[in-house]
C-alpha cells in the first residue's frame, strides 16, 4: 500500500470476543483515521485520532496511538456479527492533512 | 457532513476505450481526491483534483492515463483512458473538511473486458 501495513490481513473470532487490529505507517502525520468497509459498499468512518493524542474512544472503539513506532492499533471490544467488515487506517500526512494514505487493511470476520 | 455523487455508478467497457467518471459534491470543497480500489485489496490515492491548476498525481499515475477536469468547488471528473482489463477497480472520489474526516462517493465499478 501507499502508507504502510496492517496486522493481521485477516482475523475471525467469535461473537463477543475482542477483536485487535493494527496499523503501521511511513512518514510523520498530522492525523490518523480508521475506516469500515462492509463488502461492496462505501466506506464509513469510524474515528479520528490526531498526532499530539495517544488514546481515543468511541463506543465500543478504542484507538490508540504510538507516533514514536509509527503505528495505531483499532480494538474493538464486544464484537458482534455486524462487525464483519474490512477495516483500513488511512494517515494525513504532517503538512497536507487533507488527503490520506490508506493502509492494507484487515478483514475481520465475526461468527456467530 | 458531504454528500459526493458519482456517476456511473459501475460500467462494463472494452478495451482500449475510454471511461469518464463524474463525481458531485454537495458544497463547495477546495481538494478533491480520485482513488482506486482493485479487487480485494485496499484504496490506493491516484490524485488530488485542484481547482484552477492541473492536478496533482501520485507516483505510478501520470496524466495521460488518468486526465482530471475540476472546473468548479463542486464537481470533477477523472477519466481512465486506453482501459485493459488491470484497470477493472473502483474508483472512488473524495473531499476531506478541513482536518477531519473524508467523505467518499459511493463507487464507480468498472469491468474491463
Known amino acids: 500500500s501507499q502508507q504502510g501495513e496492517e496486522d493481521p490481513q485477516a482475523l475471525s473470532i467469535q461473537e463477543g470476543e475482542n477483536a485487535t487490529m493494527n496499523c503501521s505507517y511511513k512518514t510523520s502525520i498530522n492525523n490518523l483515521q480508521w475506516y469500515r468497509q462492509n463488502s461492496g459498499r462505501g466506506l464509513v468512518h469510524l474515528i479520528l485520532?490526531?498526532?499530539?493524542?495517544r488514546e481515543k474512544h468511541s463506543g465500543r472503539l478504542r484507538v490508540t496511538l504510538d507516533t514514536s513506532k509509527k503505528s495505531s492499533s483499532l480494538l474493538i471490544t464486544a464484537s458482534r456479527a455486524a462487525d464483519t467488515a474490512s477495516y483500513f487506517c488511512?494517515?494525513?500526512?504532517?503538512?497536507?492533512?487533507?488527503?490520506?494514505?490508506f493502509g492494507s487493511g484487515t478483514k475481520l470476520n465475526v461468527k456467530p | 457532513s458531504a454528500v459526493i455523487s458519482q456517476k456511473p455508478s459501475r460500467d462494463i467497457c472494452q478495451r482500449g476505450t475510454s471511461l469518464t467518471i463524474q463525481c458531485q459534491v454537495d458544497?463547495?470543497?477546495?481538494?478533491m481526491f480520485w482513488y482506486r480500489q482493485q479487487p480485494g485489496q485496499s484504496l490506493t490515492l491516484i490524485a488530488t483534483?485542484?481547482?484552477?491548476?492541473?492536478?496533482?498525481?501520485e507516483s505510478g499515475f501520470v496524466i495521460d492515463k488518468f486526465p482530471i477536469s475540476r472546473p468548479n468547488l463542486t464537481f470533477s471528473t477523472l477519466t481512465v483512458s486506453n482501459m485493459s482489463p488491470e484497470d477493472s477497480s473502483i474508483y472512488l472520489c473524495?473531499?476531506?473538511?478541513?482536518?477531519?474526516?473524508?467523505?467518499f462517493g459511493q463507487g464507480t465499478r468498472l469491468t474491463v473486458v
Open positions: 473524495s473531499v476531506v473538511r478541513q482536518g477531519t474526516e473524508a467523505f
Open positions: 488511512a494517515t494525513a500526512p504532517q503538512g497536507n492533512f487533507n488527503k490520506f494514505y
Open positions: 485520532i490526531r498526532s499530539n493524542e
Open positions: 458544497s463547495q470543497v477546495t481538494m
Open positions: 483534483a485542484n481547482q484552477g491548476s492541473e492536478a496533482t498525481y
